[in-house]
């Protein structure tokens, strides 16, 4: 197992465990953990969970979606500046030729 691997897992016990500690069934955490999908992510969820202690099942799986909606749209910005500074480069080399 590589350490990103034991990361990964210690912080999905962590969640699994904060989502028993609020009474939520621990294979939400297990859930919330593979649809978050990074350490840093599902310590947003820790964190969230820790500071609103929500009562609700859904709430939970609200904030979950919201926190995976913002890590999309931030990888989906990353790729398009990527992409603009690619085509910026392009259009500059171009002219030099």
């Known amino acids: 197992m590589t350490a990103a691997q034991r990361e990964w ?3 999905r016990d962590e969640l699994r465990m904060a989502m028993v500690s609020l009474g939520f069934p621990a ?23 820790a500071y609103e202690k929500p009562a609700k099942v859904e709430v939970v799986v ?13 990888r989906e910005k990353k ?4 992409a603009n500074r690619r085509y910026n ?9």
């Open 9 to 11: 897992a210690k912080k």
């Open 27 to 49: 294979e939400l955490g297990d859930a919330a953990a593979q649809h978050l999908q990074s350490p840093k992510a599902m310590d947003r969820m820790i964190a969230y969970l």
């Open 62 to 74: 609200d904030e979950m979606l919201a926190i995976r909606s913002e890590i999309d749209a931030w």
């Open 79 to 82: 790729a398009a500046e990527e």
């Open 89 to 97: 480069e392009y259009l500059y080399y171009r002219k030099e030729e």
